[in-house]
């Protein structure tokens, strides 16, 4: 069993749908979450960093962690077609830089 | 600010065969990591510099080495370049504290014939 599990999907929404994306994790040593985004081709580019249980908002991208469930989740709203891409959850403990990746959801946002 | 840079892009080689990849790092950041980017594997931790040494390292075998100059640019090799060593390979900077978020660049894709 992976440390970081994600559903790979691929997920189809319609454009203005609210997306949930979620990640499960079994260490429980994670002390730092962060999604990515990954357009094909492209290197991951960060979306959200969160430290903390609890909700982080910016712009039209939340992110959610439950330490206590080992669960963490991104809520996208009004999605655009420009979303298409895979979403990656990544954590870290305290120490150094070393981020365990889940393996991605791909998320198409049909016009 | 300049992102993070790889060098080359593509790479195409045989097996048996070593390579080396170039990271240029965003200016500022003493701190780069590399990951292995694979469809069945996903990304994989390889190894993190700080400051010309190694920081940590994740779970792959001794043929995947790497290094750091004193201007923060950082170097990864593999040699006996085995047919699953195709991959895409990131590197990610940052400015190196615990708490630090890392910016990564649009790899290097490596195919292994």
Redesign the interface.
């Known amino acids: 069993q992976k440390e970081v599990e994600q559903d790979p999907g691929p997920l189809s929404v319609p454009e203005g749908a609210i997306v949930s994306l979620n990640c499960t994790y079994s260490n429980s040593a994670f002390q730092?979450f962060?999604w990515?985004r990954q357009y094909s081709?492209?290197?991951?580019?960060?979306l959200m960093?969160t430290?903390s249980s609890g909700n982080k908002e910016d712009g039209r991208f939340t992110a959610q962690v439950d330490k206590s469930s080992k669960y963490i989740s991104l809520f996208i709203r009004d999605s655009q077609p420009s979303d298409s891409a895979t979403y990656?959850c990544?954590m870290k403990v305290?120490?150094?830089?070393?981020?365990?990746?889940?393996?991605?959801t791909r998320l198409m946002v049909k016009p | 600010k300049a992102g993070?840079t790889q060098t080359p892009r593509y790479l195409i080689k045989t097996r048996g065969q070593q390579v080396t990849l170039s990271c240029s790092p965003i200016s500022g950041h003493r701190?780069v990591?590399w990951?292995q980017q694979t469809p069945g594997q996903?990304?994989?931790?390889l190894f993190?510099y700080?400051s010309e040494t190694q920081?940590?390292k994740?779970n792959f075998p001794g043929r995947f080495s790497g290094r750091q100059f004193s201007n923060s640019r950082s170097e990864m090799n593999v040699s006996t370049l085995e047919l699953g060593d195709s991959a895409l390979y990131?590197c990610?900077s940052?400015f190196?504290d615990?708490?630090?978020?890392?910016?990564?660049?649009?790899?290097t894709?490596l195919t292994v014939l």
């Open positions: 730092y962060m990515y081709r492209k290197g991951p580019e960060l960093y430290y990656l990544a305290d120490a150094g830089n070393m981020l365990t990746f889940g393996g991605g | 993070v701190s990591s990951y996903g990304l994989q931790f993190e700080f920081r940590n994740g990131l990610a940052s190196g615990l708490t630090d978020t890392q910016y990564f660049g649009p790899g894709r």
